[in-house]
């Protein structure tokens, strides 16, 4: 773990850290991917027909409109503008 | 009124012979918890007119003999679990203000009951840690020991159980986060097998892993929760189809000739010799019951926690990117659009829960892939069938909860890799999707609670909690002094 990585790891999270945060974060990650590196031991190969994670189609909800919240409720949890949700300039 | 460990059929009985109302229950609840959560802080929100509305409505329920399981009934519900209208935190600065606009799945089938909310219990940030300690808002204590923790995540949930300030709660469990805090509070909690509950409503941190359980101060009073809560829900397209059963059917049949499995990595030395020993004792009363004990073995447990925390931080990094602060959530500051979102994740995030993302991302970029995060799912199915082989020869599987019972405050949780390691006997559990109920077993030297665990098949919840309450029957447990 080198502060490349951390960089490269913050931008794809979205998160800021300051210099000495960065060393320190880095320092816990590097002890964290020491433990996760155990699973290098293990030698069996991921075979992804063996899954048994698949939804069947027959269970799935009917593919039809609701009415939808009400606008005030989900608006509530933020600062609206014109019953808009505000973000900031993306094109000038 | 002496509230400490009443169970669901006890206040059921007072209720409807009225012996108490609904109102007075509930009453006697809020008074409880404004005096001991300031110690104990096992809530983040108590919602006490929410509560005292619903009791009059559960006791006209009572009144015209509609009564249900649950009407009348005071519960507190974990704080990653969606309730409309009343805040709902992840116990994160993220969600300090967020209002959910709908209930969880599992509150719409409480409320349909007529169940009385008390409040919104304290628990990790997003549900990411074992001691409860990460919570913005209530770094909850253990009722047995104050100086203590009580586990986590659902650390808020098992405390006001094992407290007395409330008979049962709802947690969530992604990797023994009901049975840990369940075994460190001294109190009795399941999870479910995955797909049993809806997660519709649930704050997702893993998904394929998370589960919504109860919490409660007996096996008994479990199954009564779980009978409600338990269903398919067409919301969660994991939710199974199964139909639904009566979970505490099997409670008092015999468990003579019951093959009840140990695999022996869980009795290894990193499990403090007096939670082998009262494990081992509790084995030794099945035995005694009629059941069989089988030696065995789940050879992969050594990879399980990096597997564990390799597939749930991979999926928490990609649930957790909808946190940026537009619709809800901390709103931070920046002149562009990627500047805000930074900002509010920045400030908005606690510092595991940052390293949570930070592995997951890690876990799936390009050049690690491979050797994280299909790794851990290749040992996912190695586990599951290790899991599968033990279930041909056994019934339900015993190991302890946790290798420890609960430690002081600000003994370990500052240390990552310590916290994870600290969840090896709970992790495999979610990763094979299977049931798994911990109770009380014993106590340690300095009177401090020590669970066990009883794994089962998929969607034999009936057969664990026959299994639990048979223990829980013959078990004198030592109540806490709150």
Known sequence: ?92 | MNLKEQTLDTLRGLLDTKKISAPELCGEYIKRIKEINPEVLGYITVTEDEAMKSAEQAQKLIDSGEAKPLTGIPLAIKDNICTDGIKTTCASKMLEDFVPPYDACVIEKLKAEGYVILGKTSMDEFAMGGSTQTSTFAKTKNPYDLTRVPGGSSGGSAAVVSAGIAPAALGSDTGGSIRQPSSFCGVTGIKPTYGRVSRYGLIAFASSLDQIGPIANSARDCGTLLNVIAGKDSRDATSSTKPAEDFNAKIGQSIEGMKIALPKEFYSDSTDDEVKTSVLAAAKKYEEMGAQLVDCSISSLKYAVAAYYLVSSAEAASNLSRFDGIKYGLRGEGRTFDEMIRDSRTRGFGDEVKRRILLGNYALSSGYYDAYYLKALALKQQIIKEYDEVFQKADIILTPTAPTVAYKIGEQETDPVKMYLADICTVTVNIASLPAISTTCGYSANNMPIGMSLIGRKFDEATLIQAADAFEAGFEKRPNNI
């Not at chain 1, 919240?69 to 949700?85: I, M, R, V």
């Open chain 1, 1 to 92: 773990m080198d502060i490349k990585t951390i960089e490269h790891l913050c931008n794809l999270s979205k998160l800021n850290y300051t210099d000495e945060g960065k060393q320190k974060v880095m320092a816990e990650m590097s002890e964290i991917i020491n433990l996760m590196d155990t699973v290098k031991e293990f030698d069996v190969v991921y075979d992804d027909t063996k899954d048994n994670n698949s939804i069947s189609y027959a269970e799935v909800r009917e593919d039809k409109a609701k009415p939808s919240f009400p606008t005030e409720k989900l608006l509530s949890n933020t600062k609206p503008s014109d019953n808009c949700y505000v973000v900031p300039k993306m094109v000038d």
